[in-house]
């Protein structure tokens, strides 16, 4: 015969089965570290993609950029260029602007696609046309083969948006600059999905940053990068985002 031994069990006074302290305690412990480890994952910063910016660059952007309180919204702002609209900043993707990579023959679109897409390199004889490609969205990481969507699938998003760079300063600058900073391929401009480009709209860092947390340095660098270079503010709730944004960043190797 043989004798099946169970972990012996206590009762209280009322005849009630008192479960052993042991596992009761082991129980306590294990939902103690589970609790410290969410608090860990959640309060520290997330890993950055590889590839992004290391932190002391873009802290120096931070830095550097000119803070206000808040983005008043300035009237004025017309972004179209048809019948009698004020086209502020210059016809969309025009290639006269005196912008980065202008004065080739070809619309600021063009060339954005044609760099950020993988194999997107115009052929020769095909003029300024994007065969397709690939793109891998620099917002979120889905991978996006313009063969299947199509290039109308694809955006081209100014990082800092146009109405804010009007509310913030821009409105008072000389149309030649203000064409240019939308045409600024280098700065300011990056292919991207047309569903994350429309979500973020005009929203700027303290209301929309990327859905990938693992990309918001990215996202900064970009974003300070175009302030700094044309002297445009961000406001107070913004440099809060960007700073949490850059506490992502990697340390320098």
């Known amino acids: 015969m043989f004798r099946v031994y169970r972990n012996p069990v206590s009762t209280s006074p009322a005849g009630r089965v008192v479960p052993p302290l042991a596992p009761r305690a082991l129980v306590l412990a294990l939902g103690v570290l589970v609790v410290l480890a969410a608090v860990s994952w ?69 060339d954005v696609l044609s760099r950020d897409l993988i194999g997107g390199t115009r052929e020769d004889g095909a003029g300024c046309e994007v065969p397709g490609g690939v793109l891998t969205d620099p917002y979120t990481g889905r991978v996006i083969d313009a063969g299947t969507v199509g290039l109308r699938g694809i955006h081209v998003d100014h990082v800092y948006p146009l109405s804010a760079a009007w509310d913030l300063g821009a409105r008072a600058w000389p149309p030649a600059r203000r064409a240019a900073f939308a045409n600024d391929v280098d700065r300011n401009l990056l292919a991207v999905s047309a569903s994350v480009n429309t979500g973020k709209s005009d929203s700027t860092p303290a209301d929309w940053l990327p859905p990938d947390p693992g990309r918001h340095c990215f996202y900064a660098s970009r974003y300070l990068t175009a302030a700094v270079a044309y002297g445009l503010p961000v406001t107070a709730a913004d440099h809060r985002a960007l700073a949490g944004a850059v506490r992502r960043c990697p340390d320098r190797p």
């Open 42 to 110: 959640f309060g520290q910063p997330r890993r950055s993609v590889p590839g992004s910016p290391v932190r002391d660059e873009v802290a120096a952007l931070l830095d550097a950029v000119e803070v206000v309180d808040e983005r008043t919204r300035a009237p004025g702002y017309e972004r179209e260029c048809s019948g009698n609209s004020a086209c502020v900043f210059g016809p969309a993707w025009s290639d006269t602007t005196g912008a980065p990579g202008a004065a080739n023959g070809c619309s600021t679109r063009h």
